[in-house]
């Protein structure tokens, strides 16, 4: 396993769509893998292909906040929600593509999510809470979406500026 480097906003590839997996191979294992210890080592609780510049459509979870917790591990292929509640929550949303900038979301609080496992079965689920928020967040990155794209123009120049800086002063470092 791997670290892989996390794309920072502003970056074309975070706004794109990504395609469709049609096999799992040894390549994309090896990629659910590192993009699960990127995400533990982050630390965070959802990483989408697309963050570690590798455009296709899979995301990977853990949403157990408590530390004495077991981990639960998730690799969602091809992940498409198929219901969403009429019933809406409020989060405190960050991204690990847009650093230390935290922002309330407003989505759908229970989402049923289908999508393919590493063991190319079908797999259909529902996700509350914490999950649920998590869940759409990262298959809006599969759509080249960002939760700051949910907040006000001014607001969402105001945290793109901060990035900027953030992405110059990486650069000179
Ligand atoms: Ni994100």
Redesign the pocket.
């Known amino acids: 396993m791997a670290l892989r480097k996390i794309l920072i906003h502003p970056d074309p590839r975070l706004k794109k769509t990504t395609d469709p997996v049609t096999t799992v191979n040894d390549d994309l294992r090896r990629l659910a893998d590192d993009m699960l210890e990127t995400m533990y080592d982050a630390p965070g609780i959802?990483l989408?292909a697309p963050?570690v510049a590798v455009m296709s459509r899979m995301i990977v979870l853990d949403c157990e906040k408590e530390e004495d917790a077991t981990p639960n591990p998730m690799v969602l292929i091809n992940p498409e929600v198929v219901w969403s509640s009429d019933e809406r929550n409020v989060y405190e949303e960050g991204?690990?593509?847009?650093p230390e900038q935290y922002a309330e979301v407003e989505r759908p609080s229970e989402v049923e999510v289908q999508w393919m496992g590493l063991d190319g079965k079908t797999m259909r689920e529902k996700f509350d809470g914490l999950w649920a928020t998590c869940v759409q967040?990262?298959i809006d990155?599969l759509d080249g979406k960002?939760?700051i794209d949910y907040l006000k123009p001014l607001k969402r120049q105001m945290i793109t500026r901060k990035m900027q800086k953030l992405k110059r002063e990486m650069a000179r470092s």
């Open positions: 959802g989408a963050q991204c690990l593509s847009i967040h990262e990155h960002l939760f």
